[in-house]
């Protein structure tokens, strides 16, 4: 072996080490800084995207080991991890990624666990500046600050007490239970939708940036507007429609209007600043994305859908967050300029 392959060797080796440790701090979730600087990292030799992706594709093979549980045997099954006989190589080269996968899974179940336990009590949350809350069904809830919210979840019920402040909800689907957001004596019910709450001074502001929502009384008292006829027992917002009540002057009125998706985006920027994602599929983060930009991502892909991310990402950072999946996941992205959108597709799809 000559000096070169010794060299090259030595290099090759370098970048796989590198790899597996950024590997490892994307599990356990990267730093704005540490994000500029994967960026850089990926961008200064194609063989780093490379080795992070072939990395990452190994990871997966331990999602095996989720299916163990204690009371399954007194030991984990030793084959658990093991490949087919026509393919056995070295692992030693993973084995910090192992272990350290090992660690992330097994806090995983435990936290799982105990999301179950508590899927009937209450808790309270308080503004952060880092991260919206995942509540127990998958909505989120991102609070401003100075706000906090009582969550109580029960099998037919999912209510949210908000006494004072500013929450954006993203509630996910669920016609058997309601989800409420009670100020004072007004609910707000929604399905599946998005949409922000503002309670301040006794002004209350619901603004629908997705789906559709209902504002009525708790003693079932009409709220009345200026084109809604008396005989119905709620009013109906739709997306981007802000209905503003003064509940120090009167609880039973709304006055609604109707704004653009400009003028919506603009109400809620105050949630910009990092999105920390956790093992989440590539389909929600995107929506994490669109719903706070007027650029959007669009998957036309259905294979890269349930792609796994995991990272700290600035939310305005869109270009950023593409480039990412450029260069580390092997994501085809392209920019419409007449739409403002960024097209995703598999890179493996565009090959065949």
């Not at 739409?339 to 065949?352: A, H, K, P, W, Y």
Request: aromatic share 8%.
């Amino acid at each position: 072996m000559n000096s070169n392959d010794q060299t090259d060797k030595k290099q090759f080796q370098r970048i796989d080490n590198e790899a597996i440790q950024w590997l490892i701090r994307i599990q356990r979730e990267l730093t704005a800084r540490e994000q500029d600087e994967l960026f850089e990292w990926l961008a200064e030799d194609s063989l780093h995207g490379d080795r992070l992706n072939h990395h990452r594709k190994n990871w997966k093979r331990l999602n095996k080991i989720a299916a163990w549980r204690p009371e399954h045997s007194d030991y984990m099954n030793p084959d658990l991890l093991e490949k087919s006989k026509q393919s056995r190589p070295r692992i030693w080269w993973y084995a910090p990624a192992l272990m350290a996968a090992c660690l992330v899974i097994i806090l995983s179940i435990q936290f799982t666990n105990r999301q179950n336990k508590q899927e009937t009590q209450s808790i309270t949350l308080v503004a952060s500046e880092d991260n919206r809350s995942r509540l127990f069904d998958g909505s989120t809830v991102k609070l401003n600050e100075r706000a906090s919210v009582e969550v109580k979840y029960t099998e037919d019920s999912r209510k949210i007490t908000l006494t004072e402040g500013e929450a954006f909800f993203d509630v996910i689907k669920d016609t058997a239970r309601p989800f409420i957001v009670e100020v004072n004596d007004i609910q707000i019910i929604a399905v599946g939708t998005a949409f922000n709450v503002n309670f301040q001074n006794e002004l209350l502001e619901v603004l629908v940036s997705e789906g559709k929502v209902r504002l009525q009384k708790t003693d079932g008292q009409v709220i009345q507007t200026e084109n809604l006829a008396t005989a119905q027992e709620h009013t109906l917002l739709s997306e981007n429609q802000m209905a503003t009540l003064d509940l120090q002057k009167n609880q039973a009125f709304a006055e609604i209007n109707t704004i653009s998706k400009e003028e919506t985006m603009e109400e809620i920027i105050w949630q910009h600043g990092s999105i920390q994602i956790t093992e989440e599929p590539l389909s929600f983060v995107v929506g994490e994305f669109n719903r706070l930009n007027t650029t959007q991502i669009v998957i036309e892909d259905q294979s890269i859908l349930d792609m796994q991310i995991s990272g700290s990402f600035r939310s305005d950072n869109i270009r950023g967050f593409v480039r990412l999946l450029e260069l580390a996941f092997n994501v085809h992205v392209e920019y419409s300029p007449e739409q403002d959108r960024f097209i995703l597709t598999s890179e493996v799809g565009l090959s065949e």
